[in-house]
């Protein structure tokens, strides 16, 4: 079945604590991005990757962490730095170069900070 | 800067009349333009982009250069396009492929 795998799906979280949310893809896709959704503000770009061990920041980076060892792999780190972290997070990639810039979405990961 | 715009939270319509998502967006120079759709319990998955110029389950949408805007039609809601729709986009000319999302409609098709 091949696609993007996030997890864990459920997430809960103390305030002060790190964690590490997983995406993995078997699409052979070299771009990936993480994103943020929440209600009434749509998605939110934290980190995007075009090729393994390289990442840039997106439009909310602060208090994120992210890693591309492997090119199926793009974990996102929440550290306790990020002010608000309850979110849905999303994780994406893209294949196609030449530019059509069409997404594949991850089914997503919940946190939610106690 | 990018900035996409959907004036619309929620849409209410029953089945079988025209829905009508608008979507305006800022951006000097020459975009892409997407609609994506999330089903309940579903993953956001693309519906249709504006270089297509195709239609995808009913749904079209033209891009409107002179008034910035792509909004999305469909002449007879069904009650499975009840969904949260996102209009996106995304600069030809940014070869790292990212999208500006609009903040979402949720569209409700009552029968």
């Known amino acids: 079945d091949g696609g993007i795998t996030q997890s864990p799906k459920y997430l809960f979280r103390k305030e002060g604590q790190n964690v590490t949310l997983s995406c993995e893809q078997n699409?052979?896709?070299?771009?990936m991005y993480w994103y943020r959704q929440d209600p009434g503000q749509g998605l939110r770009l934290i980190y995007y990757s075009q090729i393994v061990n390289d990442f840039q920041k997106g439009d909310i980076a602060e208090g994120y962490s992210v890693s591309r060892e492997k090119k199926e792999s793009f974990p996102l780190t929440v550290t306790s730095a990020q002010k608000n972290p309850t979110a849905f997070y999303l994780c994406a990639s893209r294949g196609d170069r030449a530019g059509a810039n069409v997404l594949t979405f991850g089914a997503g990961s919940r946190l939610t900070v106690l | 800067a990018q900035r996409v715009t959907q004036p619309e939270k929620l849409l209410s319509v029953f089945k079988g009349a025209p829905v009508e998502l608008k979507c305006n967006y800022s951006y000097s120079g020459s975009p892409e333009l997407f609609w994506y759709v999330q089903y309940s319990r579903q993953r956001l998955q693309l519906l249709l982009r504006h270089i297509s110029r195709e239609s995808i389950k009913g749904f079209t949408a033209d891009l409107n250069k002179g008034e910035t805007s792509f909004h999305l039609k469909k002449p007879f809601a069904q009650e499975e396009d009840s969904a949260m729709y996102y209009c996106?986009?995304?600069?030809?000319?940014?070869?790292?492929?990212?999208?500006?999302f609009g903040a979402g409609t949720q569209v409700v098709v009552t029968p």
């Open positions: 699409l052979n896709h070299d771009a």
């Open positions: 996106a986009l995304s600069a030809r000319t940014d070869s790292w492929g990212k999208l500006q």
